[in-house]
């Protein structure tokens, strides 16, 4: 079984910079596939950006050129780097963790993003 602990939202104005990071621990060896999703009030949770085992990463259309997401994997950790954020980027962002060995996705508690204009 896998556990993620994620860290570093909070809030900042529109044009700056926050680092969320997400620690995985337990089962880390069998997750093929890590990423970030995020929540705005009313709305379905969206991916924001995913990194695979191999090192190949996604982005949504909304955040490519101003997010960067990587990963530490002596520590079993990824980061998502956010930079020139917009008000539309406020949201609960949630790290997301796939087994594909058990078929399943973990899923952090959440971490509260909010960009004011």
């Known amino acids: 079984q896998v556990q993620l602990v994620e860290s570093g939202g909070g809030l900042v104005q529109a044009g700056g910079s926050l680092r969320l990071s997400c620690a995985a621990s337990?089962?880390?060896?069998?997750?093929?596939?890590m990423g970030w999703y995020r929540q705005a009030p009313g709305k379905e949770r969206e991916l924001v950006a995913n990194?695979?085992?191999?090192?190949?990463?996604r982005y949504a259309d909304s955040v490519k050129g101003r997010f960067t997401i990587s990963r530490d994997n002596a520590k079993n950790t990824i980061y998502l780097q956010m930079n020139s954020l917009k008000p539309e980027d406020t949201g609960v962002y949630y790290c997301?963790?796939?087994?594909?060995?058990?078929?399943?996705?973990?899923w952090g508690q959440g971490t509260q993003v909010t960009v004011s204009s």
């Open positions: 997301s963790a796939f087994e594909p060995r058990v078929r399943t996705t973990t």
């Open positions: 990194i695979i085992r191999d090192g190949s990463t």
């Open positions: 337990g089962s880390t060896f069998s997750i093929n596939v």
